[in-house]
């Protein structure tokens, strides 16, 4: 696997986690859960955004990698 094909499939390894934090978040009951939850979903949010930001800077030094 290339750089570009592991940091791909890492972000979509953490959008499931956000998405798993957001279903847990909405499903309990204490509030101090629901706001753990929800601060943990927007950490891993500002991961992905990061990764974003690194692979759009991956395919533009190796544009061979775009849209793979």
Do not use: W
């Not at 992905?48 to 990698?65: C, G, V």
């Amino acid at each position: 696997m290339t750089v570009a094909s592991n940091v791909k499939q890492c972000m979509v390894t953490l959008k499931a986690a956000e998405a798993t934090l957001s279903s847990l978040a909405q499903k309990s009951t204490e509030d101090q859960e629901k706001k753990l939850f929800h601060e943990c979903m927007l950490e891993v949010g500002k991961a992905i955004s990061d990764l974003k930001k690194r692979i759009a800077q991956l395919e533009f030094e190796e544009p061979q990698y775009k849209g793979k």
